[in-house]
């Protein structure tokens, strides 16, 4: 039994079509990047469903969207505040002063950062981390 050539092409174009269009990293390239959080049912469906048509596509698809984190729903906003507006909440000896920094943060995300908070972990950037941001250490 020969099965023609241009038969086999449409079939593999179909199974990689399909594979390509249940990959949740191009459906959402935007959530690439994320290490946990809620399964997006939508991207699993499409993958599960290329798992039960072509096994080792299928598997590929859903290890790419594991990896690149693109099958979690994303998270909540996330807002960024420019370095250089960071450096108004730095006193004479280099110290944060918490108040403007509560401040600035407020401003840029319309909600109040618990900074007094016993559980809250502060951690100091090296002069690498500064220079990279554009800043340069007072002290």
Same mark, same amino acid.
């Given at each position: 039994?020969?099965?023609?050539? #241009?038969?086999?092409?449409?079939?593999?174009?179909? /199974?990689?079509?399909?594979? $390509? %269009?249940?990959?949740?990293? $191009?459906?959402?390239?935007?959530?690439?990047?994320?290490?946990?959080?809620?399964?997006? +049912?939508?991207?699993? %469906?499409?993958? /599960?469903?290329?798992?039960?048509?072509?096994?080792? +596509?299928?598997?590929?698809?859903?290890?790419?969207?594991? /990896?690149?984190?693109?099958?979690?729903? +994303?998270?909540?906003?996330?807002?960024?505040?420019?370095?250089? #507006? $960071? #450096?108004?909440?730095?006193?004479?000896?280099?110290?944060?002063?918490?108040?403007?920094?509560?401040?600035?943060?407020?401003?840029?995300?319309?909600?109040? %950062?618990?900074?007094?908070? =016993?559980?809250?972990?502060?951690?100091?950037?090296?002069?690498?981390?500064?220079?990279? $941001?554009?800043? #340069? =250490?007072? %002290?």
């Amino acid at each position: 039994m020969h099965t023609p050539p #241009r038969l086999l092409c449409v079939a593999l174009g179909g /199974a990689l079509l399909t594979q $390509l %269009a249940a990959c949740g990293t $191009l459906f959402y390239p935007e959530r690439r990047g994320q290490i946990d959080g809620k399964l997006d +049912p939508v991207v699993f %469906a499409l993958d /599960a469903v290329g798992l039960l048509l072509y096994i080792v +596509p299928g598997l590929i698809a859903l290890g790419i969207d594991f /990896a690149t984190g693109a099958i979690y729903l +994303p998270g909540g906003e996330k807002y960024t505040v420019a370095p250089t #507006r $960071l #450096r108004e909440a730095l006193d004479e000896q280099g110290q944060v002063n918490r108040q403007q920094l509560r401040g600035i943060i407020r401003e840029a995300t319309g909600q109040d %950062a618990p900074l007094d908070h =016993p559980q809250l972990i502060e951690q100091r950037g090296s002069q690498a981390h500064l220079s990279a $941001l554009g800043l #340069r =250490p007072s %002290a």
